[in-house]
């Protein structure tokens, strides 16, 4: 996956995928399908259109002999509901730009809303996500195989879940599979960190940044520290999304994470893919929820009281709002914040 160099931007703004096919369709044998019509009245038969029950509105044009299929392009726009229930949520909450950062994008219709995206945070655990995303990129162009095995390096043994020190000694090589599937199921610290041993941590540290988009920033900081903000985690759970199959594994160690806490908390009817991170008063949850409508999501906190309830809450609310359950209204701070800009422009 080949990347540009990271510049600064202004504002930043999402990379969606737009869909826009052209297909040109040959009409063949068309004298036959005319019943021999002669060539006159064959000209002045009107073009013929075509629309296909499906909801990207693909329509077939025939013009000259030929068929245009065009797919409407639906054009990314914020999303002013959630944008509303996220002032709500904020105002309840007593969050704000120092402790909260916020992202949403539904990938069916491709609504979104960012909020405090290019904060950074202390990543705790969900960096696990991205240096799981790189070996597997490894394992699909063949430099490993899920049956490599990794050295238990000194001075990678970490408290924390998972297995891995329970099973294996420093000095033991284990397979990659095992650590994979440790370091995200079960969020183990210690198959972690030896697998961040194995690349090097500066090493490490460049191999991840790939994933995000050019045009985000990223400090010096990051190549240093363990540290996130919601657009680098939307980009790196945006491109996890859009190549499921190259991270068929992984989506489903995500599923099996975590069970019955943060974003899949009060969501038991769907499957969600996510990964969290609470780490010194740094509460995260970012991921995938596979409802009728899909979307990414990703809930970011520093110093939140019961932060895992305040997460566990949002990605419910969240949720009810996709499936049409939720009906969003303006805060009274923020309808008399919309009275107030009403005042101001008529003077």
């Known amino acids: 996956m080949k990347r540009g160099k990271h510049s600064k931007r202004d504002t930043y703004k999402p990379k969606f995928k737009k869909s826009l096919y052209l297909v040109l369709l040959s009409l063949i044998g068309v004298s036959f399908l005319l019943n021999n019509q002669d060539i006159n009245t064959l000209e002045k038969t009107q073009p013929v259109t075509v629309k296909e029950n499906s909801e990207s509105n693909i329509q077939e044009t025939s013009n000259n002999g030929d068929i245009t299929m065009v797919e ?155 540290i996130t903000s919601a657009s680098y985690a939307y980009d790196v759970i945006n491109h996890l999304y859009e190549n499921q199959d190259s991270y068929k594994d992984l989506i489903e160690d995500m599923k099996q994470s975590s069970m019955g806490i943060y974003l899949k908390k009060y969501i038991t009817d769907y499957d969600v893919a996510h990964k969290y991170g609470s780490y010194d008063g740094y509460v995260h949850d970012y991921g995938i929820v596979f409802s009728e409508h899909p979307y990414l999501i990703g809930i970011f906190t520093k110093g939140v009281p019961e932060a895992d309830e305040v997460i566990a809450n949002i990605s419910l609310d969240v949720l009810n709002y996709t499936l049409g359950k939720l009906e969003i209204e303006p805060s009274n701070n923020n309808q008399n914040e919309n009275n107030t800009n009403d005042t101001n422009t008529t003077n």
């Not at 996220?86 to 909020?115: C, D």
């Not at 408290?159 to 079960?186: C, H, M, R, W």
């Open 72 to 226: 409407e392009t639906i054009i990314p726009s914020e999303d002013e509901n959630i944008k509303i229930l996220m002032q709500n949520t904020m105002e309840e909450y007593n969050l704000n730009e120092n402790n909260f950062a916020f992202f949403y994008y539904n990938k069916e219709n491709e609504k979104y809303y960012f909020y405090n995206e290019d904060t950074f945070f202390t990543a705790a655990s969900t960096v696990k996500v991205p240096i799981a995303m790189y070996y597997y990129d490894k394992i699909n162009d063949g430099t490993y195989t899920k049956d490599s095995e990794i050295l238990y390096a000194d001075g990678t043994y970490e408290e924390g879940g998972g297995t891995t020190s329970a099973t294996y000694s420093v000095g033991d090589k284990i397979p990659l599979s095992f650590l994979l599937k440790q370091s995200i199921v079960n969020s183990d610290n210690t198959a972690v960190n030896i697998l961040i041993k194995n690349l090097g941590y500066n090493n490490c540290r460049h191999n991840i940044v790939e994933y995000a988009e050019e045009d985000l920033i990223i400090p010096e900081d990051f190549y240093s520290e363990n």
